[in-house]
């Protein structure tokens, strides 16, 4: 507990002058980061020459919650804010009583938050960069919010500068150091190439092989207990490959995962040893690594699941687990997200939504660690970060919405475990976990609202992302609430639920994608001017995928459609679903073109070889991303298709992501749920 004479030693000592001119207002508190536990005093030094100023304290639904207003005495006014429940929440304080200038305002963000006690919940860890001089005073905002462990370098250059010779930096053991010291676990990544060794490419040569070994080694040993363990390489797979490694990735990096599981176990046998080295979910990828042994060379198999449509993740996780589990019958290995993100580039608190859902499906898909990425916005993902960095020296950092919602789940799922997916619709996702508490359900609609009647013995407690709770007593014995596409927590004597949608669910061309032609009614193929022809099934390093070797660069998968042109004519990449259902029905679809380059797609649908709609995406005056819903009348048999076709004679940078929903006008209703608490 922060005592109150803190805050009084704080706006005396703060060591910031008054401002000179009227009307200037700087807020500031002690409480470093805005971060707050439930109980403290919530108390603001407002530093201003005006006569009196007024504060408004607003919730993330922009409810005004308190407000109140004070006079400065000497330059200052102690603001003392209602203690407030766990929430994320907006202080808004501005001047008064100004006759010759304008009002000042600051507005900053400030979290509430409920940290259960005893040890970290291991499941749930965040990326940092301290190793590229991130400021270290940040660290305790891991820990207040619940977040076990962090994942940082400690780069292979900066601890071997010459060969045969380590040297830790000073700037290197701090953040190890005072990590351990609060607790917070240490997963460290060994990055990436060192100017002494293969040109600084990744090792490839026995001697690079070897040094790399040894600087595992040093590592481990070096830093001992204050890391918990070591990742080999980072997205092997992807960018942070070049040079001799490009002829053989799988071979090269198996080789180097060898050698450091050796010199790595060597220096400590109970040090874990995260492996894959991979961007994505690149089940097919992973394949021949594993076909090289590479299971027999690690305690994790690592993973950086990063998606737009965060359910899509079951797809990709579900088949490696499969396939983990298929070549390593006799022994359990953990899969670890050791990057994970899903993120709204122009909304924070979509954000915070994106980033419950995503971990949500991960530990529905079984895994063991999820490392949100990241702690702080960077520059790449200016965005992502749980802490935002408001380039303001007097409060340079404050919480975003995640770092709400990433404290929010922690709390709730704590010591809790999956226990299994509700029957819904499929567009409604309940997830039940089970623990010392009872069992909480996470529940959101991935389209639309949808209400549903909760089957209660007595009154439940539904939890925003935030951390608001809301406690709900049941009419009879149903409790109604609405699912939006930001999840909830709910909690108590829950029998089970019951859904109406308006509508019923006919396909989903992501949920239904299939190697098999046919499969959930869909087929995929080209259409050039022959009419529509069958793709084969196929795939590389990446994925799976449907192409036509006689169609260059043609690809259909799970999300993304890839045009072709041949012969000096343009193909379309083309979905086709054939209709089970006889009536009105709604197509709705969502496409997003993501690169800058070329000029852009024509995408058309034509139902029985007519055209009922068509858009562009990238060419000049257009979007790069549209959604669109179509009325259509279908009949039994009915054939639609989806098509995607390059702009011009071009196909270069046509690949465009692509989602059908298809529904009909009848309403749906799901069965009651038979689980009982």
Not at 108 to 126: C, E, I, K, M, W
Not at 549 to 565: G, K, N, T
């Amino acid at each position: 507990m922060i005592r109150m004479s803190t805050y009084i030693v704080w706006s005396l000592v703060l060591g910031i002058a008054p401002p000179a001119r009227a009307g200037e207002l700087l807020v500031t508190t002690s409480a470093f980061g805005n971060v707050f536990s439930q109980g403290d005093p919530i108390v603001f030094n407002a530093a201003t020459t005006a006569q009196r100023v007024a504060w408004r304290l607003i919730d993330l639904d922009g409810h005004s919650v308190a407000e109140g207003a004070e006079t400065p005495r000497s330059g200052r006014a102690l603001l003392y804010l209602p203690s407030a429940p766990t929430g994320y929440y907006r202080l808004r304080v501005t001047t008064e009583g100004e006759e010759t200038s304008g009002a000042a305002t600051s507005e900053q963000t400030l979290v509430v938050v409920s940290v259960s006690p005893g040890p970290a919940d291991p499941r749930f860890n965040v990326v940092s960069h301290f190793a590229a001089n991130w400021p270290q005073n940040i660290l305790p905002l891991i820990s207040r919010a619940g977040i076990a462990g962090l994942r940082d370098e400690l780069p292979w250059a900066m601890i071997e500068p010459t060969r045969g010779q380590f040297v830790v930096p000073r700037s290197l053991e701090d953040y190890p150091t005072t990590a351990h010291r609060l607790h917070i676990d240490v997963l460290v990544p060994l990055t990436y190439g060192n100017p002494l060794y293969d040109g600084g490419e990744p090792p490839s040569s026995p001697a690079g092989i070897a040094a790399y070994s040894r600087y595992a080694a040093e590592v481990v040993r070096h830093f001992g207990d204050r890391i918990g363990g070591v990742e080999v390489w980072n997205e092997y797979n992807g960018a942070f490959a070049a040079g001799a490694v490009l002829a053989d990735r799988p071979r090269f990096y198996t080789d180097m995962l060898k050698s450091a599981f050796v010199g790595a176990k060597h220096a400590d046998a109970k040090m874990t040893v995260v492996a894959g080295g991979v961007a994505g979910v690149p089940v097919p990828y992973l394949r021949k690594l594993f076909d090289k042994q590479a299971l027999d060379n690690l305690d994790v198999v690592q993973i950086h699941p990063y998606y737009t449509v965060p359910e899509d993740a079951e797809y990709d996780v579900g088949r490696l687990q499969r396939l983990v589990a298929q070549r390593a019958p006799r022994r359990r290995i953990p899969i670890w997200a050791t990057e994970a993100g899903s993120y709204d580039a122009q909304d924070r608190r979509r954000t915070a939504g994106l980033l419950v859902r995503l971990s949500t499906v991960l530990l529905a898909q079984g895994v063991g660690r999820i490392y949100w990425y990241s702690l702080k916005d960077t520059p790449d993902f200016p965005i992502a970060g749980l802490i935002e960095n408001t380039g303001d020296a007097a409060t340079p950092y404050q919480p975003a919405p995640a770092y709400a919602a990433y404290s929010t789940l922690i709390r709730e799922l704590r010591d809790a475990h999956f226990s299994g997916r509700e029957a819904s619709d499929p567009r409604t996702r309940v997830y039940g976990f089970e623990g010392a508490r009872g069992r909480v359900r996470i529940a959101w609609s991935t389209k639309g609202v949808t209400r549903v009647n909760l089957r209660a013995t007595g009154p439940i407690q539904i939890v925003r992302i935030d951390g608001r709770e809301q406690v709900v007593t049941a009419i009879g014995d149903v409790i109604q609430t609405d699912l939006t596409a930001e999840p909830v927590f709910i909690r108590g004597p829950v029998a089970g639920f019951t859904e109406r949608r308006p509508d019923k669910l006919l396909a989903d061309s992501v949920a239904d994608f299939d190697g098999r032609q046919g499969t959930a009614n869909w087929s995929y193929g080209s259409a050039p001017a022959a009419g529509f022809r069958e793709a084969r099934w196929s795939g590389n390093d990446w994925g799976d995928f449907w192409t036509d070797p006689e169609m260059p660069f043609l690809s259909i998968d799970r999300s993304a459609m890839q045009p072709s042109v041949a012969g000096g004519q343009r193909v379309a990449a083309v979905r086709r679903w054939r209709s089970p259902y006889k009536g009105p029905a709604t197509i709705a679809v969502a496409m997003d073109r993501d690169a800058d380059g070329g000029d852009g797609v024509r995408v058309e649908i034509h139902k029985d070889g007519a055209p009922i709609w068509q858009a562009e995406l990238g060419t000049p005056g257009h979007g790069k991303a549209l959604d669109a819903t179509i009325p259509v009348t279908l009949r039994k048999g009915s054939i639609v298709d989806f098509e995607v076709l390059p702009a011009s004679d071009r196909s270069d940078f046509d690949n465009t992501a692509i989602r059908v929903q298809i529904t009909s006008a009848e309403a749906a209703k799901t069965p009651p749920s038979k689980q009982e608490d």
